[in-house]
């Protein structure tokens, strides 16, 4: 069984700084890549940031300059730092990451279940 559970939203002004977690766990024999997406009410999911496991990295256009996303192998982590917030960056934020799993061996993209982002005045 692998579980990706998110951690850190919240509501914050515009112009704050949140940052989010996300713990991969269960009986994973290894992690490729790994990012966040996000989806507002009534739009579609979109990327925000990915990570490859060997640290490329890659933003949608909308946030590069104040998102930064980053990875710990040792804790089968990844963050997402977010500066600089705007109310367009409210929405539901969603991790995800390519697992090869011990039992098997085959590579399977899992999904957490989200963490809301308010940026509001």
């Known amino acids: 069984q692998v579980q990706l559970v998110e951690s850190g939203g919240g509501l914050v002004q515009p112009g704050g700084s949140l940052r989010l977690s996300c713990e991969a766990s269960?009986?994973?024999?290894?992690?490729?890549?790994m990012g966040w997406y996000r989806q507002a009410p009534g739009k579609q999911r979109e990327l925000v940031a990915a990570?490859?496991?060997?640290?490329?990295?890659d933003y949608g256009d909308s946030v590069k300059g104040r998102f930064t996303i980053s990875r710990d192998n040792a804790k089968n982590t990844v963050y997402l730092q977010m500066n600089n917030l705007k109310p367009e960056d409210t929405a539901v934020y969603y991790c995800?990451?390519?697992?090869?799993?011990?039992?098997?061996?085959?590579?399977?993209?899992?999904w957490g279940r989200g963490t809301q982002v308010t940026v509001s005045s």
């Open positions: 995800n990451a390519a697992i090869r799993k011990v039992v098997g061996g085959y590579l399977v993209e899992y």
């Open positions: 269960g009986r994973i024999r290894s992690i490729n890549d």
């Open positions: 990570i490859s496991s060997g640290g490329s990295t």
